[in-house]
C-alpha cells in the first residue's frame, strides 16, 4: 500500500474533492457545495482536510468541518469508492478529531440511517445519538416570503 497522509486543504484541491464528493454521492448542485463556499468556511474558522495517497498524493478522502462559533460540524466525510474497505476511515477520523481536540470545540454530524457503516465507525469513536431529530432545510432562500 502507498504512503496515506492527511494534510489540510490547499488551493487547487477542489476539483479533486468534487470528483470525490460526486462519486460518493456527498454533493448534489442543490447543496451549494463548491470551493468558494469552503474557502469561506475555513476563513471564519472551519477545516476542510484531505487523505492523499502514493507519491503523486492523490486525494482520495474528504473531511469537512464548519464552525458556527461554538461546534464543529462534520460533513463531506469521505474516502473515494476504490479506497473504501481499507480502513482508512479509522485514519482520517482520527485526524479529525486531532483537529476537533485542538478547536476544543463540540463535533455534530448527520449521518443517513441506512449508512450503517458510518454509523457504527462514529459510534466507535464516541459520538452519541441525540435522539429523534428530524432534519429540516431552506435551500432556495430567494422562495422564502417575508
Known sequence: MDEITVRHYQRGDFPSI????????LSRPERGDDEAAV??????????????????????GTSWMTYDGRRLH??????TPRHQGRGLSHLLLKETLKVVKEKKCQVK??????????????????????GDYDVYIIRDV?????
Do not use: D
Open 18 to 25: 468534487m470528483e470525490i464528493w460526486t462519486a460518493t454521492g
Open 74 to 79: 462534520l460533513h463531506h466525510f469521505g474516502i
Open 109 to 130: 454530524l448527520e449521518v443517513h440511517r441506512s449508512n450503517k457503516k458510518a454509523i457504527k465507525l462514529y459510534k466507535q469513536a464516541g459520538f452519541v445519538y441525540l
Open 142 to 146: 430567494q422562495s422564502v416570503e417575508t
Open 39 to 60: 474557502e469561506r468556511s475555513i476563513e471564519i474558522g472551519g477545516v476542510m482536510l484531505v487523505m492523499c495517497e502514493g507519491p503523486g498524493k492523490e486525494i482520495i
